[in-house]
């Protein structure tokens, strides 16, 4: 188990931009993003393996939301930008030892943070 802490959430206006960080307890083959609104399933935002050479993103947050990482501090980013109010949810951090052929799939991340909430309002 991993031990992942998130921060950067915040409330911000529709077009704005946060930046989000996980800092993990030790390095991580794939680390990833997630984000889960009340009520609905959680869904994978974007992922960086192997060392920030397997990147994926959802297809909705193509172009406004990137990705990093600093491997030296085990640390991922999610720079989120141009935000709508369809992207309010608690973003969780997750990482992995191994992924499968889908790229964001829930079950094969196996530790996770408590999360941090981003409210966009329109």
């Known amino acids: 188990q991993v031990h992942l802490v998130e921060s950067g959430g915040g409330s911000v206006q529709a077009g704005w931009s946060l930046r989000l960080s996980c800092v993990a307890s030790r390095s991580n083959w794939c680390m990833a993003w997630f984000r889960q609104a009340p009520g609905m399933k959680r869904e994978g935002v974007a992922r960086?393996?192997?060392?920030?050479?397997?990147?994926y993103y959802l297809d909705s947050v193509k172009g406004r939301f990137t990705v990093s990482q600093d491997n030296e501090k085990n640390t991922l980013y999610l720079q989120l930008n141009n935000l709508a109010p369809e992207d309010t949810a608690m973003y969780y951090c997750?990482?992995?030892?191994?992924?499968?052929?889908?790229?964001?799939?829930?079950?094969?991340?196996?530790?996770w943070g408590q999360g941090t909430q981003v409210t966009v309002s329109s």
């Open positions: 997750a990482a992995a030892s191994y992924v499968g052929v889908i790229p964001l799939r829930t079950s094969d991340f196996a530790s």
């Open positions: 960086a393996c192997s060392r920030g050479s397997l990147i």
